[in-house]
């Protein structure tokens, strides 16, 4: 009879600690969602469709960068990010000035989540503003040296060459700024990157918002925040533009 008692403290133990752990791990995974974000995206307005629900919402998608149609990622970081088409959400109020920027160049600021009027709309970012690119428009600063402020050990490093499509400020995350470039003059490679510097973040926008080719100096970092792999991140430490 001890023994069976002893056997079932031990096993009542074993599930508490259990439990901890699942808890402890389900904090930390939640803690790297997506939750509080504000960001730029630039591309291809190419549709519109209104949603019959609950509420009458209108889905925009935009085609990233220039002439894609779908996201080959080439890294494995910010993958749930970014999609092709990209989709957002708004209401009837923008629908006359967005039918008519269709088939056009735009910059679309947005945040997520979107806000209790759209919960119904099926996309999750939702539209604060739009405009037309203005590609006609020269920088006077051409290049602009960031921080990376990780001390994630350094396994390779180079530069890339395409247009930032994408630019995420992220408020509950660690590493708060995200970009997604579409790798060369146009088509479906995509490469996303991280950056540690706002400076460096809000010169990313500058140029997105003109549709800007330029060159992506980054480190590759080898990073350990995962329980089961490592994985690599590329910090972005200098954007130069491409005249």
């Not at 995350?173 to 995200?178: I, K, T």
Request: overall charge negative; charged content about 25%; proline content about 1%.
């Amino acid at each position: 009879m001890q023994n069976f008692r002893r056997c079932g403290v031990h096993y009542l133990s074993f599930l508490i600690v259990l439990s901890l752990l699942l808890f402890t791990s389900g904090n930390i995974f939640a803690g790297s969602l997506v939750i509080d974000t504000k960001g730029y995206t630039s591309g291809q307005l190419s549709k519109l469709n209104r949603e019959r629900t609950f509420g009458d919402t209108i889905v925009g998608e935009i085609l990233l960068g220039n002439e894609s149609v779908t996201l080959q990622n080439l890294n494995n970081q910010s993958v749930n990010l970014v999609t092709n088409p990209w989709r957002f959400c708004f209401n009837e109020d923008h629908y006359d000035e967005l039918e008519e920027l269709i088939g056009n160049h735009v910059v679309v600021e947005y945040r997520t989540p979107k806000s209790s009027r759209l919960l119904s709309c099926s996309a999750t970012n939702e539209l604060l503003a739009i405009s037309p690119v203005t590609e006609d428009y020269n920088l006077e600063i051409k290049q602009f040296v960031g921080n990376i402020s990780t001390f994630d050990r350094e396994v390779s490093h180079g530069v890339e060459f395409g247009r930032i499509t994408n630019l995420i400020h992220n408020k509950d995350s660690f590493r708060s700024f995200f970009m997604t470039i579409q790798v060369g003059n146009g088509g479906d490679r995509f490469r996303h990157f991280v950056i540690d510097d706002s400076d460096l973040f809000e010169f990313a926008v500058e140029n997105l918002k003109i549709a800007n080719r330029v060159k992506i100096h980054y480190s590759d970092r080898l990073s350990t925040r995962t329980f089961d792999r490592q994985v690599i991140k590329s910090f972005v430490s200098e954007i130069e533009v491409i005249d």
